[in-house]
């Protein structure tokens, strides 16, 4: 590993590019969504670039195994509550940038 942060890794910026996009994509969301779908959105998907930064700053020598677990699950969770925004509304179309699995599954 030839990164000295976790910010130089690829995939905590993908990661942290795709918060972004969920943050933009969460702003249109009802208010009355604002304590529930959205904070449960937000708060998985902030999830995945801090388990790799953790996991970054652990050393541990299984990094990649438990990281990538972890940011799985995690993603799992922020797709459940996309998921949810979808069937509740029928209205909202997930960004591009959310869409664009192959960016985000390196």
């Known amino acids: ?5 976790f910010e130089d890794l690829i995939v905590w910026q993908k990661a942290h590019k795709f ?24 708060r998985a998907v902030v999830s995945i670039p801090a388990n ?24 799992s969770q922020t797709q459940l509550g996309l998921c949810s925004a979808y069937r509740r509304t029928g ?3 997930v960004p591009r940038e959310a869409r664009a699995k192959t960016e985000y599954s390196e």
């Open 19 to 42: 918060v972004l996009a969920i943050y933009r994509f969460t702003d249109r969301f009802p208010r009355s969504e604002l304590f529930a779908l959205t904070s449960q959105v937000r």
């Open 91 to 93: 209205k909202f179309q």
């Open 1 to 5: 590993m030839n990164a000295k942060k």
């Open 52 to 75: 790799i930064a953790e996991g970054f700053l652990l050393l541990a020598s299984n990094f990649e195994i438990r990281t990538s677990s972890s940011c799985l699950s995690t993603l």
